[in-house]
């Protein structure tokens, strides 16, 4: 089988109704792989838990091979990659969200995997002092971060803000669409997609002539949430994406964010809530993330754990203190996918590691090595 052979398989099952990620991914694990769940006979589909008649009809339809085969011609005319959750280049945080989506499509670099990732979300009517607490924030993480990368929506307000000051800065930025790559909402930031294509990338789970739904700019914000580190709420009112994106973060246990507003401003009450109901920590500027995050500037390079320790580690413990030296930090699910582990048993090999004084527990569910002295 060609890699466009099997690719087309992975396209054509991202695009039928009524099969999620979820169960998508469990079609996948029982068949072997998204060409087996085309090929497998429907006696054997039938036993698959929440498969029924009319999923595997919509399995032997034509009409969906017909739809893939024109996407794969759209994604070789205007230059789109497509990611499937099994390959390497997948996002490792999203991967790690039970609801990812199967497929993405990219156009641009998606390379993140070993940076800081912030998604910045607001409300589509900033006020003038949203917009300034955006690029400020922005402004300063880019100082001390130069390796930051920005996620957001692309939409009007908080969210155009935070592209454009990542721009700026010469961050890489993150653009989750809402629809598929055959076009840009709202029009007016056509511009700015193009220049995000150049210094990062647009992303959607959605393929070419998706039509516009309400229900998809819904779904686009757990890819948000799921790309990053921690999301930061700058502005929002009582209602919004902007509140969907927090709740999804907290769901997926990242880290939330909020900068507080006049309990009288209309546009302050969804991140006033968020506070209240300690759904995000309160921030002022991009100094606070920072220390909550542990992301301030290392003033020098942490030193080796003591020797007579690190030997008298167990072979799998030995294996996570090498990950964090070379890299630095490393969420759990980072480790347990490095080590080839269950977080379940990855877990208490951290605490035993963190009592010793070897590793440091950081906001996020990141650890990293401590060196001596700390």
């Known amino acids: ?217 819904v779904s686009r914000n757990r890819i948000i949430a799921g790309l990053a580190d921690a999301t930061v709420v700058v502005e929002s009112g009582e209602k919004g994406g902007a509140l969907i994106t927090a709740d999804i973060a907290n769901s997926y246990n990242r880290d939330v964010f909020a900068f507080p507003g006049r309990v009288s401003d209309p546009r302050s009450k969804g991140c006033n809530h968020l506070i209240k109901t300690n759904k995000a920590s309160l921030i002022e500027g991009a100094a606070d993330l920072q220390y909550i995050m542990g992301w301030e500037i290392k003033r020098q390079k942490q030193k080796t754990v003591q020797g007579r320790l690190f030997h008298q580690l167990e072979p799998e413990a030995r294996e996570i203190v090498d990950h964090l030296r070379e890299k630095g930090e490393l969420s759990i699910d980072e480790l347990s996918t490095f080590c080839q582990c269950p977080v379940s048993r990855i877990s208490p090999m951290l605490l035993d590691l963190e009592l010793k004084g070897m590793v440091r527990c950081l906001p996020g569910s990141r650890y990293k090595m401590l060196s001596l002295g700390e």
């Open 1 to 217: 089988m060609t890699q466009n052979e099997g690719l087309f398989y992975k396209i054509a099952l991202s695009m039928i109704p009524k099969i999620g990620p979820v169960l998508a991914r469990r079609l996948i694990s029982y068949t072997g792989s998204a060409e087996g769940v085309f090929r497998e006979g429907k006696g054997r589909l039938m036993k698959v838990p929440h498969i029924g008649a009319q999923l595997i009809a919509a399995l032997k339809d034509k009409e969906i091979f017909e739809k893939a085969e024109r996407e794969l011609a759209f994604m070789e005319r205007y230059g789109i990659r497509a990611l499937f959750y099994q390959d390497a280049a997948y996002p490792g945080r999203l991967r790690n969200c039970e609801d990812a989506p199967i497929l993405l499509y990219v156009r641009g670099d998606l390379n993140i995997e070993d940076r800081k990732v912030l998604s910045v979300v607001g409300t589509r009517r900033a006020t003038d002092r949203g917009v300034d607490l955006c690029s400020r924030l922005v402004d300063d993480l880019a100082r001390s971060s130069p390796d930051l990368v920005i996620a957001s929506g692309l939409a009007y307000g908080i969210d155009i803000c935070a592209h454009r000051a990542a721009l700026k800065n010469n961050l890489t930025t993150l653009a989750v669409l809402g629809h598929g790559m055959d076009t840009i909402y709202p029009s007016v930031h056509r511009k700015t997609a193009a220049e995000i294509t150049r210094q990062g990338a647009l992303i959607s789970e959605f393929s070419s002539q998706t039509l516009f739904v309400r229900g998809n700019f």
